[in-house]
């Protein structure tokens, strides 16, 4: 067994792990964060995507002991304090850019992530960024859409975690 | 999918990997990004019994210049690589390359010292690197040596790297102001390449083919073409000279012969515009 310290979502975890343990089945089987899907479980569909030090990642292909001492961000850490929705599962909302909702925290999370990275973004540049989580239900087009609308609306979408409440 | 139990050690330089590696023989695989060990080990197509994560070894990262070339520590990731504006500006077809590798997910995690050390022909950056007539930089027990990427892959999944080597340096030359291009043919976004192409032009041309054979190989019957005064589309014919492509799900050995021909073509107009 491994030591592992991590801060999950503003709050920090210390757990001993199997070296296996993936960060996916860390983040939903010890700390019971079971919003963060898995999809695949081969590093192709994107549904199990967290921020690792505010980038994007698939967990299901990530150790948690390669994790020690990150700071994470899952669906669950991305509302503010009082439950306002982060901008991005705002425009989400919006947009309808959910059917089924199984992509959509991955696909949330990636979308985080890429606005925070690029200074600016068209529809090339969204569907590119996203290209990394797969949805079976919408066609992407209110995705797209949704990501787009945030793109727009720039300043509040870098700041994810604790901060999500200076965002609503 | 779980991968199968193993022992973890977190090596703190690279001094201490190659310790590790020799204590612990064969049974020890060191991990990077661990973006093409991992899908390995969960589907149990690779069992180490001990992984040295070398993720974290301080220094590692940097991308810089260095005389005549850029030096590129073996940790650097595919997102270092395509953001980097040093290496946009001396090197524009390796940050290229790497923008066209898998997805920002996996370009986040991904170094350009894994998917070397790798050796998988279907990769995108070992073709980029070939191109340029790069030189790796390995450490073992008796200090560093060098190996020219010409040298460096050997078949399948095999490179020149020794058992109780760890790659700590990628240098390419510099190559700001030359023609260059980079042309990856897949079917759907992420994917890797069917066949993929990279190519310099600098004075000298400089072309590698991805997925053409058991190892990235170097276009050396177009490189000739070119020198002695042949068009484009001449050169271009001899793209699958000496390949030896596979055939699988996406395409057969044939298809991969031809779309060589038609990007390499593609990516000589391009590098020569
Ligand atoms: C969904 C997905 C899509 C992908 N798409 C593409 C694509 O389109 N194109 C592409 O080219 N690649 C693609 N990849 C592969 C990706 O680029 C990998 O990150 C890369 O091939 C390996 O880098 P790594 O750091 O993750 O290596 P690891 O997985 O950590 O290691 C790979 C191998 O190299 C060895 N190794 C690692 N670092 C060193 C070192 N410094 N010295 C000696 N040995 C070392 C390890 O022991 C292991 O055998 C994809 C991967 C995934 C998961
Ligand atoms: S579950 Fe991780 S990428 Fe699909
Ligand atoms: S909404 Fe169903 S998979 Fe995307």
């Known amino acids: 067994m491994v030591l592992v310290t991590v801060e999950v979502n503003g709050s920090s975890y210390q757990h001993e ?27 192709s569909c994107g549904a199990c995507t967290v921020l690792l030090n505010g980038e994007s990642v698939k967990s299901c292909t990530l150790l948690a002991v390669q994790a020690d001492g990150a700071a994470i961000v899952t669906i669950e850490g ?5 439950g306002a929705l ?38 090339r540049g969204v569907r590119e960024g996203l290209e990394g989580n797969l949805c079976r239900c919408t066609g992407y087009h209110n995705i797209v859409r949704a990501v ?5 609306d720039r300043a509040p979408v870098g700041e994810v975690g604790a901060a999500g409440a200076a965002a609503s | 999918m779980i991968p199968a139990a193993f022992e973890y050690v977190r090596a703190e330089s690279a001094e201490e990997a190659v310790a590790l590696l020799v204590e612990h023989g064969d049974d020890a695989k060191l991990i990077a990004g661990g973006h093409s060990l991992l899908p390995l080990m969960k589907l149990r197509l690779a069992t180490p019994t001990v992984l040295v994560d070398i993720g974290r070894v301080p220094g590692l990262s940097y991308i810089e210049e260095r005389g005549d070339e850029i030096a590129i520590g073996a940790l650097a990731r595919h997102h270092d690589l395509e953001t980097s504006a040093v ?47 790069g030189t790796l930089v390995a ?29 700590v340096e990628i240098r390419v030359p510099k190559a700001a102001g030359a023609g260059w291009s980079f042309q990856k043919f897949n079917r759907r976004a992420q994917d890797w390449a069917i066949v993929g192409v990279a190519a310099v032009v600098n004075g000298t041309t400089g072309i590698a083919l991805v997925n053409m054979g058991s190892t990235p190989l170097r276009a050396t019957a177009v490189e000739e073409a070119v020198r002695s ?24 050995s044939e298809y991969r012969r031809h779309l060589a021909t038609v990007l390499v073509r593609r990516a000589l107009e391009e590098a020569s515009s």
Do not use: W
């Open chain 1, 78 to 82: 991305l509302s503010g304090p009082d």
């Open chain 1, 17 to 43: 792990v199997e070296p296996r343990m993936l960060l996916v089945q860390y983040l939903r089987e010890t700390l019971g964060l079971t919003g963060t899907n898995i999809g695949c479980d081969t590093s």
């Open chain 2, 229 to 252: 005064g042949a068009s484009v589309t001449d050169a271009a014919a001899a793209a699958s000279q000496g390949t030896d492509p596979p055939s699988d799900v996406n395409a057969s």
């Open chain 2, 87 to 133: 290496l946009k500006e001396q090197v524009p077809l390796l940050a290229a390359t790497a923008h066209q590798v898998g997805d920002p997910q996996v370009r986040h995690r991904g170094t350009l010292g894994g998917t070397l050390a790798h050796g998988d022909p279907a990769s995108d950056l070992p073709a980029a690197v070939l191109a340029l007539g």
């Open chain 1, 86 to 123: 982060h901008p991005v599962q705002e425009a989400f909302h919006q947009h309808h850019a959910l059917q089924c909702g199984y992509c959509t925290p991955g696909m949330v999370m990636a979308a985080v992530s890429l606005l925070a990275e690029e200074g600016e973004l068209d529809e």
């Open chain 2, 139 to 167: 450490q073992g027990p008796n200090g560093r040596r060098e190996i020219s990427a010409l040298e460096f892959f050997r078949g399948f999944l095999e490179t020149a790297l020794g058992a109780d080597e760890v790659l």
């Open chain 1, 148 to 152: 787009l609308a945030c793109a727009g």
